[in-house]
T-cell receptor, first 113, second 115 residues
Framework: EAGVAQSPRYKIIEKRQSVAFWCNPI?????LYWYQQILGQGPKLLIQ????????DSQLPKDRFSAERLKGVDSTLKIQPAKLEDSAVYLC???????????FGEGSWLTVV | RKEVEQDPGPFNVPEGATVAFNCTYS??????FFWYRQDCRKEPKLLMS???SGNEDGRFTAQLNRASQYISLLIRDSKLSDSATYLC????????????????FGTGTRLTIIP
């Protein structure tokens, strides 16, 4: 079974530039998550989708971060403009509706210089 | 107070020893509890769920104390391959969205097994 796919794996941008990350969850998983993991910390939930609706985006910095899951399958996370403190790994994860085991992708490593 | 607190370590333990990690959580409404393992520069992966009665999976034992809001993980006969960061995870089911879990991760405890 294919896992959660993410791209790009690595990205280096200058501050104030924009970046977009893409995620394709495990087939059939209705719930999709974006987490931010800063070095030395645990993953922090940015946004959670149930199909194409937002369930929780309370920790998403909405002035610069946006995410969408238009067709209820794959998702895009955008940062514009980026700040130095956005340097982190952006982890996409998915789970079934009723199950609470979530499966992570390998992550997209962002460095803002 | 953080929602999920863990001792960040690092724990440097000789091979074959027993090591225990602790975790506390602040929200008494928390429903489910897990331990995830994260290898260096890799994504987190589920190690085991934590049940009220305590559960064991081979060399790993997880326990939950709801009254004290405390979770533990015990690793017996540690192996070199156990070296990783262990993340305590607490699930608060969103009241407004029945069936949708909200997982909150601790900062993780880093474990290194020494030959």
């Amino acid at each position: 079974e294919a896992g959660v796919a993410q791209s790009p794996r690595y990205k280096i941008i200058e501050k104030r530039q924009s970046v977009a990350f893409w995620c394709n969850p495990i087939s059939g998983h209705a719930t999709l998550y974006w987490y931010q993991q800063i070095l030395g910390q645990g993953p922090k939930l940015l946004i959670q989708f149930q199909n194409n609706g937002v369930v929780d985006d309370s920790q998403l910095p909405k002035d610069r971060f946006s995410a969408e899951r238009l067709k209820g399958v794959d998702s895009t996370l955008k940062i514009q403009p980026a700040k130095l403190e956005d340097s982190a790994v952006y982890l996409c994860a998915s789970s079934t509706n009723s199950g609470n085991t979530i499966y992570f992708g390998e992550g997209s490593w962002l460095t803002v210089v | 107070r953080k929602e999920v607190e863990q001792d960040p370590g690092p724990f440097n333990v000789p091979e074959g020893a027993t090591v225990a990690f602790n975790c506390t959580y602040s929200n008494s409404a928390s429903q489910s509890f897990f331990w995830y393992r994260q290898d260096c520069r890799k994504e987190p992966k589920l190690l085991m769920s934590v049940y009220s009665s305590g559960n064991e999976d081979g060399r790993f034992t997880a326990q939950l104390n709801r009254a004290s809001q405390y979770i533990s993980l015990l690793i017996r006969d540690s192996k070199l391959s156990d070296s990783a960061t262990y993340l305590c995870v607490v699930d608060i089911q969103l009241i407004s969205n029945f069936g949708n879990e909200k997982l909150t991760f601790g900062t993780g405890t880093r474990l290194t097994i020494i030959p």
